[in-house]
């Protein structure tokens, strides 16, 4: 059984089909920024041509080359914080 998800704000819910590559085209506007995400989660992910549904991933806000993520790109994928309550 896989732990409860948690909200976090840069976050994206890893679905079928799904590559760094991809992820890092709809976020940074080009996939050869892969490598900002698998340093972001190396320690989930052993081998970065093979990532699986479910994984939660974290997303930084900006690429090593300073392109800031677009998190609206991912639509229903991203996850937020919950808002908080006093």
């Keep these: 059984v896989a732990p409860k998800l948690e909200h976090a704000d840069g976050a994206v819910i890893i679905r079928r089909n799904d590559t760094l590559w991809r992820i890092s085209r709809r976020v940074y506007g080009h996939g050869t920024r892969f490598s900002t995400l698998y340093l972001a989660n ?3 992910i052993r081998d970065p041509d093979r990532i699986w549904p479910g994984q939660v991933f974290k ?9 800031a993520a677009d998190m609206r ?14």
């Design 73 to 86: 790109a991912m639509g229903e994928q991203m996850t937020a914080a919950p808002p908080k309550t006093e």
């Design 42 to 44: 190396k320690d989930q």
């Design 59 to 67: 997303v930084p806000s900006t690429s090593k080359e300073g392109e």
